[in-house]
């Protein structure tokens, strides 16, 4: 499993915290340290900074630094159209627009960084309830998701396309956090900040289209970034080969998540040692019953990995959901009124379902395909 860390560089350009994981896990742990423990016992027993004229600044700084990039983004596009839209792959290493890909890359990555001071700030000013768990998870994970791109993808590509929507929306929102903070009744001139979360959930939305619409694409390796052993035809998933570099990930995937609805057992018991016999209905009985079966049959029949695959991962992203909130409301019983995003678990196990047997279906139509 380890084998990850010897991913080799996709680039040769050997930029300042760019050489390693060493740098970006560490800078991550400090954080999450500061953030979680540190910091709150240093503002134990003092009053909250204000950090207006910081906020200021910091807000500003980051509508400049975000907003600066969306426009040298587009204007290099513009200029030099160095992408195919279908397949957004790395420029070659002796192209004219090279040294812009490694601009873009590396300023995006470094702003991961600097975002940490969002958090910090709110340690400083005891906005603990601010620091949710999705605003730590994705914190934290950006600067190592980033360092992974570039290490897997190389600087450019799908990647930075991605990068330009991302600070698109980071301009906009920051703008909104410096208005709203200099002109606390300025709610009639801020109507558009309803729109950030929107944009946030299109944008994200919009990139996994693409995505996938890429993965279509033949001769195309432009998002080995999501997949770095690029083990698939989208259209026809079949497991990997036994000698394949990614055999033993396909195994780990396919076994730890069949270990995990034995697993799910603990819900159900759960419910009757606290006797939530309502919360016991027919749909979940044989919905936990008939997972581990299932898990058996595909394990055996199909193998580890292939089709299954697409599944386990919408699967295991609903259930990552469901279990914060279940998380989050048995710590604060009363939390659970305000996680405004409660109501759309149901939606997101239905979305999962349904995209599920859509991606099953048109695979049978794939001739050739005999995977199912």
Same mark, same amino acid.
């Given at each position: ?7 080799? &560089?996709?680039d ?7 050489? =390693?994981?060493? /740098?970006p896990?560490i ?7 500061f953030?979680? +423990?540190l910091?709150?016992?240093? %503002?134990?027993k ?8 910081i906020?200021? #600044?910091y807000?500003?700084?980051?509508v400049a630094?975000?907003?600066? @990039?969306?426009?040298?983004a ?10 195919r #839209?279908?397949c ?7 192209h ?5 890909? @490694? ?18 700030? /709110?340690?400083?000013? +005891? ?17 190592i998701a ?7 993808? =190389?600087? =450019?590509?799908?990647?930075a396309?991605?990068? %330009? ?5 980071h ?15 300025s ?15 299109? *944008?994200?939305? =919009?990139?996994?289209? &693409?995505? /996938?619409?890429?993965?279509?694409q033949?001769?195309? @390796?432009a ?40 697993i ?5 018991? #759960? ?7 309502? *919360? ?7 919905? &936990?019953?008939? %997972?581990?079966?299932?898990?058996y ?11 299954p ?13 469901? @279990? ?19 109501k ?11 995209l ?17």
């Amino acid at each position: 499993m380890l084998d990850i860390l010897n991913i080799p &560089h996709a680039d040769p350009i050997n930029l300042p915290l760019t050489q =390693g994981f060493g /740098f970006p896990l560490i800078i991550t742990g400090l954080y999450l340290v500061f953030i979680l +423990k540190l910091g709150r016992w240093f %503002m134990e027993k003092r009053q909250p900074y204000q950090l207006r004229g910081i906020l200021k #600044f910091y807000n500003l700084f980051q509508v400049a630094y975000n907003g600066i @990039y969306v426009l040298t983004a587009v204007t290099i596009i513009l200029s030099y159209r160095p992408y195919r #839209f279908s397949c957004l792959a790395p420029l070659p290493l002796d192209h004219e627009a090279k040294h812009w890909e @490694y601009f873009l890359g590396y300023t995006y990555y470094i702003n991961k960084y600097i975002d940490f001071l969002d958090t910090i700030f /709110f340690v400083l000013r +005891k906005k603990y309830k601010q620091i949710t768990i999705l605003h730590i998870v994705h914190h934290a994970a950006m600067p190592i998701a980033s360092y992974l791109t570039l290490r897997v993808n =190389g600087y =450019g590509g799908m990647p930075a396309v991605v990068c %330009m929507a991302n600070t698109f929306v980071h301009t906009l929102m920051y703008s909104y956090y410096y208005l709203s903070s200099q002109y606390p009744n300025s709610s009639k001139i801020l109507w558009w900040k309803k729109y950030i979360t929107k944009l946030q959930l299109a *944008q994200f939305i =919009g990139i996994l289209i &693409h995505i /996938f619409w890429t993965l279509q694409q033949e001769d195309c @390796y432009a998002v080995s970034v999501i997949m770095i052993y690029k083990p698939y035809k989208f259209s026809c998933m079949a497991p990997l080969p036994l000698e394949h570099d990614g055999k033993k990930w396909e195994r780990i995937l396919g076994y730890a998540y069949y270990i995990n609805k034995y697993i799910d057992f603990l819900d159900t018991i #759960f419910f009757v040692l606290r006797k939530k016999y309502k *919360q016991i209905t027919i749909l979940h009985i044989t919905h &936990h019953a008939a %997972m581990p079966i299932i898990s058996y049959l595909t394990l055996r029949m199909i193998g580890y990995g292939g089709l299954p695959v697409s599944f386990v991962i919408l699967n295991t992203f609903v259930h990552a959901v469901m @279990y914060s909130y279940y998380y989050l409301a048995s710590q604060n019983p009363n939390l659970s009124k305000s996680i405004g995003w409660k109501k759309y678990i149901t939606r997101l196990q239905i979305v999962q379902f349904i995209l599920g047997l859509s991606h099953i279906f048109w695979t049978l139509q794939q001739e050739d395909c005999n995977i199912t």
